[in-house]
């Protein structure tokens, strides 16, 4: 699955897929022998809507790995009714067309957790750079962790290709900056850091600088610095 392409801006809304997925699928009422139907599915669904379109919550991967196997016993139930239907069964038919109901939503609702997620995931980069904190990587499966380095490489590309020979950082001045230089106070040590003119400045723990925006703005989102409003 790929979200987008790779010159997007943020302000995007994760929420929209997932939003729509628990408009169409209430919780359900509907019960059959391996417990509620869908009811796994949809808990991965609620999860994400509780956490906030701004968190990524940890992937859970057994819940994941649950719902697919309800939906693999779904199938077999219906294969093995189908033939007694075809042969005069035909008692078994809404019972049939009700599991592959269930196997339509379990569906839709799993696809949206996993591209909800990589909306998430996809905005992160705009957030915090090409580096994310230890909190959010722990949360993502491997497979989200490729496609996020991934989705930098593609970004990185692009923004090479545009802007003339240094490129363009579209990740720079999301919002429009009311000052080119900004006051900023160093939260940790982090050791010297070069600015355009070649002056390097000690970044350590309580000091502070006047710095341009852009350079910085990264090490802001990172926890680094934070900027000091007067």
């Not at 090479?160 to 020979?165: A, D, F, I, L, Y």
């Not at 350590?204 to 610095?225: A, D, M, T, Y």
Request: hydrophobic share 35%; glycine share 8%.
């Amino acid at each position: 699955m790929a979200a987008g392409g790779t010159g997007e801006r943020r302000g995007l809304a994760p929420s929209l897929p997932l939003a729509a997925e628990r408009r169409r699928f209430p919780r359900p009422r509907a019960a059959w022998r391996g417990g509620m139907a869908g009811e796994r599915a949809a808990g991965l669904v609620r999860e994400l809507h509780r956490a906030g379109g701004g968190n990524l919550p940890p992937f859970r991967a057994e819940g994941l790995r649950q719902a697919l196997e309800e939906m693999r016993a779904l199938y077999e139930r219906n294969q093995a009714d189908v033939s007694e239907a075809k042969s005069g069964r035909t008692d078994l038919i809404f019972l049939i067309r009700f599991r592959h109901c269930c196997l339509l939503r379990n569906q839709r609702c799993v696809l949206a957790y996993l591209y909800d997620r990589l909306l998430r995931i996809r905005a992160l980069r705009w957030e915090y750079g090409s580096v994310l904190p230890n909190t959010i990587h722990f949360h993502m499966s491997a497979e989200e962790v490729e496609w996020f380095n991934r989705y930098k490489k593609s970004l990185a590309t692009y923004m090479r290709s545009v802007g003339g020979e240094e490129g363009l950082d579209l990740t720079q001045d999301i919002k429009p900056p009311k000052s080119l230089y900004i006051e900023v106070r160093c939260l940790r040590d982090y050791g010297e850091f070069e600015i355009d003119d070649g002056t390097t400045v000690l970044l350590k723990k309580n000091s502070q600088h006047f710095l341009p925006r852009w350079k910085c703005e990264h090490l802001i989102r990172q926890g680094v610095l934070e900027h000091i409003l007067s």
